[in-house]
């Protein structure tokens, strides 16, 4: 029954994180980096840090838990500024592939890379054990249900029309996205590693459902940084530092830039409180970054067909997008048979 509950939390942080580009769509007269770092700042500085407070222990403070481990501290912060690179670039896959195509590639290659890499640095992660033929399989299954939606994706992009594929994504490139989103799993897979790594971050007294909390503020503080110093480059170079005056949009853009934060956030924040629920150094426990990206994968395809990016495609593609689907589905069992 915790494992239920554990996975229930999971996923409604998945959907969060999986709605979070939909408010985007509601920003008005903002340029892509002007946008991109205003939801930024609630993603990955307002909210991380709300979240993180609920771990501090009564008599404690935030700075009293981060002083507790330094070198952890700066290793999460690290594995952030790494991790940011894939946020950026994750951002940009969905600018090019559209909701559905963008993620499910670039949540693909950051579930295995994000799953696989911390059982293998020992000096890191000491709990080399979880790397176990169940937890390979599984996360060879959930590739393979990423992979089939790829396919998806190639019979979509050759069986629409470029007016259709303009009309669904508006700045459709699928070689650009291709590579943009391979690029940006790979890199978002540091998130999972900073986790790992700001676990000596945990203090006595911290609740076990907030305990990942100040190390996923570190993260975020570390992403913040790499998103921050390239849309500020940007506005420099595409002369868009004007948005920001634009104070009649303040009440509508802010609204839902932050709207787009607390839901990307979400996911973060669920997660850690669904790994409470999981047995300490079960498969489960080290299966739970994989869920969390095959549940991103699941909802955003279901969000791109809300929002009609299959529209007009052959039913053959509709099929094996159910089918890549499916298998996504089945890989979150596959754990616990």
């Not at 029309?161 to 070689?175: H, M, V, Y």
Request: include cysteine; charged fraction near 10%.
């Amino acid at each position: 029954m915790n494992t239920l509950i554990g996975l229930l939390i999971i996923s409604v942080g998945s959907f969060g994180q999986s709605s979070s580009y939909v408010p985007i769509n509601k920003v008005k007269d903002w340029s892509w980096e002007s946008f991109w770092l205003v939801q930024g700042l609630f993603a990955w500085l307002v909210f991380p840090l709300l979240g993180a407070l609920l771990a501090v222990p009564e008599g404690s403070s935030l700075g009293q838990i981060l002083s507790v481990n330094p070198f952890a501290a700066l290793n999460a912060v690290f594995f952030g500024i790494l991790w940011g690179v894939g946020g950026l670039t994750f951002g940009l896959s969905m600018r090019y592939l559209g909701v559905a195509l963008g993620q499910s590639l670039a949540l693909g290659t950051c579930s295995a890379f994000g799953t696989l890499i911390p059982p293998m640095l020992p000096q890191y992660f000491p709990e080399a054990e979880h790397m176990t033929p169940v937890l390979i399989v599984g996360v060879a299954i959930a590739i393979a249900g990423i992979a089939v939606i790829g396919y998806a994706g190639a019979l979509k992009s050759q069986t629409m029309s470029e007016e259709d594929k303009r009309r669904a994504i508006k700045d459709f490139a699928l070689k650009k996205g291709l590579l943009i989103a391979v690029l940006a799993g790979v890199m978002s897979a540091c998130f999972n590693l900073g986790l790992e790594a700001g676990k000596p971050l945990v203090v006595n007294g911290m609740s076990e459902l907030f305990k990942t909390l100040p190390a996923t503020l570190m993260i975020t503080c570390g992403g913040f940084i790499t998103n921050a110093a390239y849309c500020l480059f940007q506005n420099a170079k595409n002369k868009t530092f004007g948005d920001y005056g634009k104070t009649s949009l303040y009440a509508n853009n802010i609204l839902f830039c932050a709207l787009a934060g607390l839901l990307w956030y979400s996911q973060f924040f669920g997660l850690g409180m669904g790994k409470s629920f999981f047995e300490p150094g079960s498969v489960i426990m080290a299966f739970s970054w994989c869920i969390l990206m095959t549940l991103n994968v699941t909802f955003s395809n279901v969000w791109g067909i809300i929002l009609k990016e299959w529209k007009g495609v052959s039913k053959i593609t509709i099929y094996v997008l159910l089918t890549g689907l499916a298998i996504l589905i089945f890989s979150l069992i596959y754990p616990n048979l």
